[in-house]
């Protein structure tokens, strides 16, 4: 999220237009990382691209379902709590073209956030969700230079919308962000009431498959929150490998584990909703 090669699919001059606009202030470099951007003609696609700016970034937006403001229409009717631990949703007899998501996620200040929760679901090649599994379902943390990369599929079309990606974010200590993830080209980005062109992806045409880019803007710290000199006595520890459904003490109160996970000093269970729930 090289700069001659485009997706397969022609964008609209309407497309074209939008990802000007989407992405002329939402990011800049944050130089150190030293990633070679993936462009497409008609604007600034990530954040890494805007290395000497000196305005404050803007957030990723949110994006919803459209059907109102409760928490179950933001995340839409095929969320599901507990996916799996892991950066590819395929195997190898997988249907479908092979797509790979790569970016980074930056707080306001362009620094690469470590340890940033970042949950994906999507479609199948057929359109349908996985309602009883957890097919094209799965979470992943970004890494100490704020990296994130998901193998999967282009998802299929169902009723109503165009082809998407959902996602949700959260920043060690940060609020839980709900989006969703569009490709250029597409001819149902215009009839969809729901697309946002802030939302774009960079894709382009590798052989047989295809590789996007994006990069997530999230209000934050760039990093984990320091822990304190005493931590709070419990059971709760940097380090273990906790599954769904653990429990846990920490400050005295009981917590339950939501997603799989390797424990982190600033993913402690009150910072983390996403993960820990009170029992």
Known sequence: MSASDEPTETPSAEDAKSRHISRKSVLRAAAALGATPLLLRGGVALARDRGTSAAPLE???QCHDGDGPTVEQIEGPYFKPNSPLRSS???????????????YVFNRSCRPISGALLDFWQADDNGDYDNTGYSFRGHQFSTGQGAFSLITIVPGLYPGRTRHIHVKLQAPGGRIITTQLYFPG????STDTIFDARLLMNVRQVGPAREATYDFVLDAPAGPTT????PPSG????????RAGDVVTYAGVSYRCLQAHTAIPGWEPPNVPALWQRA
């Open 59 to 61: 957030t990723t937006p």
């Open 89 to 103: 949703l395929i195997t190898a007899s997988t249907p479908g073209t092979r797509l790979t998501v790569s970016g």
């Open 227 to 230: 822990p304190p000199t005493t």
């Open 235 to 242: 059971t709760w520890a940097a380090g273990t490998a906790y």
């Open 186 to 189: 597409e001819p149902r980005n």
